[in-house]
């Protein structure tokens, strides 16, 4: 018999429940968890878990690419960090390079910000 994982049970039907707004947001906040993980696991010399992390990471950009809407003006400009974003980790990866890591969660960091703030003035209208 399998051992249910509470927690996971959890995580799973916040995901199923969640608005799409809550999903963005859901999106933002992993992958700020990730490229932290993986800059503990650069500083640990522990390079296969930082690669786990990062592509972990990158895998969320191109997600939150993949959800933007061409009819939308700043969607242009969202595609164009993303893709910043995505190849400033491919080089973090390459090149162990811990400064472009905290580069990138400082820009996700902002924009988690940022969606949380539009989040609240939208329930305020």
Known sequence: MAII??????????VMT??????????YSGSVKFIKLAKRAMNDKNFQEKNTNI??????????RSTLNADIDMSTDLEQMYEYMYSRLLEAN???????????????????????????LAKSN
Do not use: F, G
């Open 5 to 14: 994982n509470p927690y996971q049970t959890y995580q799973q039907n916040s």
């Open 18 to 27: 969640a608005s799409p707004q809550e999903l963005t947001l859901m999106l």
């Open 55 to 64: 592509i972990k990471a990158q895998n969320i950009i191109q997600e939150l």
């Open 94 to 120: 390459m090149k162990n390079d811990l400064e472009a890591l905290e580069e990138v969660e400082t820009l996700m960091t902002d924009m988690r910000s940022t969606w949380k703030q539009a989040m609240a």
